[in-house]
């Protein structure tokens, strides 16, 4: 006779007992005292007078189920899959669906590889998307392009559960045979989106595709709309992009959008994932904000389970897989402290072998090419002309960028950097193929007044990006991201002041959560100390290359822009 | 490039346009004016001023998504699956989810092949549940036993799309290899239950096999325990069972219920499809008991859906399958009427051509077994006892009977049935393997005063069974059965008084819904001639011998108690 079954009845001991626990069930929204039997990973009962081979008292703390975000990439983290998901468990988090696309971009299908390998055996269950956008665009160099042939056997290798986010909706919306073809590809699978302030009937043929989500949505306006023709919204609320107050009164005004709401990260850094959490510090935002937070929890639980077609999990009931989280209260408050924290029945303890440098190594590969050809000095040299240039226009606060059209100052017949009007030069060297491909330009809004900051996190190409305020510093540090194959350097004439390597496809590095935070600070530090004094320096650097945000970006092919549709010219003709 | 995009766009004409629409909106609970525009049999566009080459004006009425039946037995209608579609179709439902338990007790696979079959090309999508339950217990006789293998077999030849209703339950609870082998061979699908009154950790134990939904709640209270414990609710409300208004406070206490909760059939006749409707009559009913319509439109529409991974239907929204009704007002008021149906972007007309008698009969298996083996008056005799005698006791308004402990009345030293006290002799005799064996037992409350009812369409084996006032009419009903190879019957004495074959399985006529309907009332008529004042006699009738339900049932084997597990003497020792 089953033992699932018998175990259910208390006909034989239970695995594990959770007893006096509050269990928070979203359905009735009330607490409900009880112990939970858990047998063979999976959650057998939930009722009085249990008793088990292992016994745990809740002395009467909330219990909700493991928490799901249902977008995240992990790499912007530039920790491991190991590292991150034993840093966010103990947050409870107990699911992630995670679009590779940074390591795709940076790896091609073998940093897809990797990251699948990666997240075996963990604490939390990586579900990943297929990357449907690299290159994000044809305006971006990345190591190799994945069509919809390498789609299919991505789906075929069971290495994805579901289509990352098609960001290329322009291509969709006007019915582009390899856009739709990369979206059938992935066939009866939760097909992600991306459209930022889509609407009327280009949403409709966005949505004609199949593809059904959203986590672009930045007002209740656009929320509506989406929401009304069918989108399934994750509203974001990551390390720069808040979303959830200006979107929870679509969820206030009807609990019901509950069922077709939920709240992801997208990008969070390793600070943000120790100092202030992960899917805890969701809930805190939206207990804070007035939502009710059994309606709250169904956000970060039974909804991305039922998007994500995730049937075995979102729920703490009989059947269920045992991932839950004890809080340190005996409600959901403002304070949602995590106690303890169960993955299929076995607790979630730090695993500090996971943060180890070496062991992890043999999974990865390296960056696989060796940048030779970089540019000198005199190469890099813009001639003067007798005409306004263009100039990437940086923002704080959004990522989105202006044309700025300026006279360029000019030394000894050459354009040069303008500390007066913080104009800093930026050069984005190709790094995948080894091309020796270059584009040049200038940025105006990071504050360097002297030396150069370089990161060869660029997005989506994760190319070499260099911004600085000579020429010699900018070299100085393309040759030292070439040296490390990749990370983050800050130098100053010729010499590389600091650097923080992150040998996992220039993205992602072996350390520790702490580790990795410490080596941010040191280098966020080091360009302070250059004059740039803008929150997150090297986020708003690795976000000027990303082509398919408006208006002005550079690539290693130069200035580029998606809304005129083309590389651009460095001066006003 | 995409015309499905194109068409979304209003770049190339629609097939379809329907002008002038309100579309009813369960997300913002609001009627949108606006054209919907269809592409090949999929929803382009909702928006203004789209053009197709067939424009239809709906005139501002309310447009709402197909409506989806999550439960019912479409056996019970007694009409092919052909005449329930067309019949059912323009009422507005789209889908239903139908458990063919009828037929599969009847004919075995070849009743599931010949339902797979007969619903191909029809206006309502039919999608099957595996019949998880033949026989229904050890204590009755089916056709064939349909084991764990013939249900692998079912999911592997795509007949079915997911777990018909385990009702099984005490096997299930138990932990039975059997009951958990035909769960595991269904794999990953929605599974559904019926576990009446199980509460508590057996309903953990039911649930802890993947057990995921119930439509046999009967109070709030046993509701609000299954939700609580993770299994969406089918909510009943058929031609005997009526649930909607007991358990609809649920709903309305915490409209975020509506996303695990369904309005469903179970058991419907033609009359009842003629005279009241399908899912139309469900809205009518929640609209009047005062639920937000659009609370109500989700719980036929989009969150069956969902419970069954019908990924491509539930709402108007780009992408989707193009089944919408138009109502025949600008809301969805308590008259709930249908004006016009549309299936995949082709509208339904009724299709006289699918009620035709000969037509379809290619693709049904006639009953196969013609019984040869009717017992003969002596042989139903029973000799008198010194002892109390037990009788099975039918209460109007529930299936469930009573174990009436009686004196018989003996009359030349057999007991009689006992018109004084409206107890009835009843006989059911085997019929799918012309065995010959039969039982024999007494039922107090059918008010049968002369001659015999008798009936093919007996829960869930469907043997032959007949009640009647003296052993003549009895052989002359079992006869009249026999030699249609199943139907309905009315005897008296040696003559057949009137006759419904139900070719198709002893279960189904190939006559058109109104004809359905008169055969009903002229088998009813007849009834009511001999005594018979209950209302829907045959139906009552059907239930006597549905082993699963308690208390007395009879079956081929004679009296059978699920309560007491087994068969039963007819005298009480």
Redesign the interface.
């Known amino acids: 006779?089953?033992?699932?079954?018998?175990?259910?009845?208390?006909e034989i001991p239970a695995d594990l007992v959770i007893h006096n626990a509050r269990v928070a069930?979203i359905?009735?929204?009330e607490y409900?005292p009880a112990d939970i039997?858990i047998?063979s990973g999976?959650?057998?009962?939930?009722?009085q007078n249990y008793s088990g081979l292992v016994n745990f008292d809740a002395e009467g703390r909330a219990v909700i189920p493991g928490m799901i975000d249902g977008h995240i990439h992990i790499e912007d983290t530039m920790m491991t899959p190991q590292a991150f998901a034993y840093t966010a468990a103990l947050h409870g988090t107990s699911t992630v669906m995670a679009d590779p696309h940074e390591i795709s971009n940076a790896l091609g299908m073998s940093g897809l590889e990797y990251m699948f390998r990666a997240s075996q055996g963990l604490p939390v269950d990586i579900f990943y998307g297929a990357p449907s956008c690299v290159p994000a665009s044809d305006l971006e160099t990345p190591y190799e392009e994945l069509d919809m042939t390498a789609m299919k056997s991505m789906f075929d290798r069971k290495m994805t559960q579901h289509l990352g986010e098609m960001m290329d909706f322009p291509k969709?919306?006007?019915?582009?045979?390899e856009a739709?073809g990369k979206i059938l590809a992935a066939g009866?699978v939760p097909l992600t989106g991306h459209a930022p302030g889509v609407s009327?009937?280009?949403?409709?043929?966005?949505?004609?595709?199949?593809?059904?989500s959203d986590h672009e949505c930045t007002t209740l306006d656009e929320a509506?709309e989406k929401?009304?023709?069918?989108m399934w919204l994750m509203i974001r609320e990551g390390a720069s992009f808040l979303d959830l107050k200006t979107l929870l009164p679509l969820v206030k005004e009807?609990?019901?959008?509950?069922?077709?709401c939920m709240a992801v990260s997208d990008d969070i850094t390793a600070r943000y994932l120790l100092e202030r959490g992960h899917m805890d510090e969701k809930m805190r935002i939206m207990i804070r904000d007035g939502l009710n937070p059994f309606?709250a929890l169904?956000m970060v639980t039974l909804s991305p389970a039922?998007y994500f077609?995730l049937?075995d999990r979102g729920?703490i009931?009989?059947?269920?897989i045992a991932d839950f989280t004890i809080l340190d209260a005996d409600t959901m408050d403002e304070a949602f402290k995590v106690h303890s924290v169960w993955k299929r029945g076995l607790q979630v303890v730090r695993d500090d072998d996971v943060f180890a440098v070496n062991d992890a190594e043999h999974l990865a590969p390296v960056t696989r090419v060796k940048v030779k050809k970089v540019p000198t000095v005199e190469q890099i040299r813009i001639k003067a002309e007798d005409s306004l240039m263009n100039v990437i226009g940086v923002k704080e606060g959004t990522v989105i960028t202006k044309t700025l059209q300026v006279s360029p100052k000019v030394s000894d017949g050459y354009v040069v950097p303008d500390f007066e009007n913080d104009i800093a030069k930026i050069v984005v060297l190709e790094r995948h193929r080894d091309t020796g491909r270059f584009g040049v330009g200038f940025v105006k809004g990071l504050g360097i007044m002297r030396g150069a900051v370089g990161s060869s996190v660029a997005h989506d190409a994760h190319n070499f990006v260099v911004a600085g305020a000579d020429d010699e510093s900018i070299i100085t540090a393309l040759h030292g991201l070439a040296e490390m194959g990749g990370g983050l350097v800050v130098s100053e004439g010729r010499e590389l002041k600091a650097s923080f390597a992150l040998p996992i496809g220039g993205l992602m590095s072996y350390l520790r959560p702490e580790e990795v935070c410490a080596e941010l600070a040191k280098m966020e530090n080091a360009a302070e100390t250059l004059g740039v004094k803008i929150p997150h320096p090297f986020m708003v650097l690795s976000f000027l290359c990303l082509s398919v945000i408006p208006e002005l970006r550079i690539t290693d092919l130069g200035y580029v822009d998606i809304t005129k549709g083309g590389v651009q010219e460095l001066f006003v003709r």
Chains 1, 2 share one sequence.
């Open positions: 006779m089953n033992r699932l079954a018998a175990a259910a009845r208390g069930n359905f009735t929204q409900e039997a047998y999976k959650i057998a009962g939930i009722g969709v919306i006007a019915g582009d045979p739709w009866d009327g009937k280009e949403l409709c043929a966005y949505l004609s595709s199949g593809i059904d509506r929401l009304s023709r069918g009807n609990p019901l959008n509950a069922a077709r309606t169904r039922e077609r049937h729920i009931a009989p059947g269920k």
